[in-house]
Nanobody, 111 residues
């Protein structure tokens, strides 16, 4: 059974950075792609981006080059580095791997 656990959320100032983690069990981050989604208050869940199994990345247009993926195959973790955060980035961020969802990690951007 595939399980994912997100962590790394918190409070950041506008222009700041956070690094989110998605630790996967029951599957390999090198074997399958991992996607991130977010849900802001009053909005539907939206796709943020995906780290493909071959290591390439694709992002939603709103990212505008601010985010980056990396992975650690030893700990089976995918990282989402978020820079130049804005108020619009506030929301709960979810990891998805092989149809498994985690509980999410809250990101709040506020001055």
């Amino acid at each position: 059974q595939v399980q994912v656990v997100e962590s790394g959320g918190g409070l950041a100032q506008p222009g700041g950075s956070l690094r989110l983690s998605c630790t996967v069990s029951g599957s390999g981050v090198r074997m399958h792609g991992t996607s991130w989604y977010r849900q802001s208050p009053g909005k539907e869940r939206e796709w943020v981006g995906r780290l493909r199994s071959d290591g390439t990345s694709v992002f939603n247009i709103f990212v505008k080059g601010r985010f980056a993926f990396s992975r650690d195959v030893v700990t089976n973790t995918v990282y989402l580095q978020m820079n130049a955060l804005s108020l619009d980035d506030t929301g709960k961020y979810y990891c998805n791997h092989e149809a498994a969802w985690g509980q999410g990690t809250q990101v709040t951007v506020s001055s």
